[in-house]
């Protein structure tokens, strides 16, 4: 059940891409890297106790699953396009945070899953053989919550509130067919999970990223 969910996000993205595909320039990029997120505050209600604390979390960026993304992007002009961009952030609360706080487990390992559309520019032969090119996307996040204290145990996906993304990269073209690309993408979602029992949690959670992928242009 949960690979099929992570799968159906997954294909969101690539079907309003292909969509997008017969209206002008498209390209589909997949992307991985090292991801990584600052501290943030916790609080909510386990159903019985309140909770209020700042909790370190780790993106553990290469342990199972892995950080990833997918971007589909169509360029209605040479500099300017839209993109459609979904991607599995994670991220994993402090050990000694959840001890203190009566949690055995706070995590979002099976993703944060940030899904965003946007627009894109670029600016090509500005540096040579590499093009510069930015983008912002707004959308919602879509998080597997695990949680778990003595009052709960919160198990499953769930539709958490809005995100933003940055994107800052350049690309390098290898052919008519496929470009490779390193960029910096920032997340910052609001995040606000129902948990089992009758209570709730929030945080607001900024990732960092640096990417590294490949582009395959139609």
């Keep these: 059940m949960q690979a099929l969910a992570k799968v159906t996000l997954a294909g969101v993205v690539l079907m309003a891409s292909t969509a997008l595909a017969t ?6 990029s997949f992307y991985g890297g090292y991801q990584t997120a600052p501290h943030s505050g916790v609080k909510g209600n386990d159903g019985v106790d309140d909770f209020d604390f700042t ?54 390992t099976d993703g944060l899953n940030n899904l965003t ?52 990269g350049a690309s390098y073209e290898l052919n ?4 490779l690309f390193t960029e910096y993408k920032g ?8 948990l089992d029992g009758g209570g709730n949690l929030e945080s607001d959670i900024i990732t960092n990223a640096l990417n590294f992928g490949v582009t395959y242009k139609f």
Excluded: C
């Design 55 to 108: 909790t370190g979390w780790d993106g553990k960026s290469f342990a199972m699953p892995p950080y990833y993304g997918v971007r589909g992007t169509w360029w209605v002009r040479d500099n300017f396009g839209w993109i459609a961009d979904f991607n599995h952030t994670k991220v994993y609360a402090d050990e000694d945070d959840m001890a203190d706080n009566g949690f055995s487990t706070l995590e979002f």
């Design 176 to 179: 008519d067919r496929w470009d």
């Design 187 to 194: 997340t910052y979602s609001q995040l606000d999970v129902d």
């Design 23 to 28: 209206a002008g320039d498209f390209s589909l």
């Design 117 to 168: 559309v946007g627009p894109i520019w670029r600016w090509p032969g500005l540096w040579n053989n590499f093009t510069p090119y930015a983008s912002i996307s707004a959308g919602i996040i879509i998080p597997h919550v695990e949680v778990a204290t003595a009052n709960t145990d919160t198990l499953e996906y769930q539709i958490a509130g809005p995100t933003v993304a940055l994107v800052l």
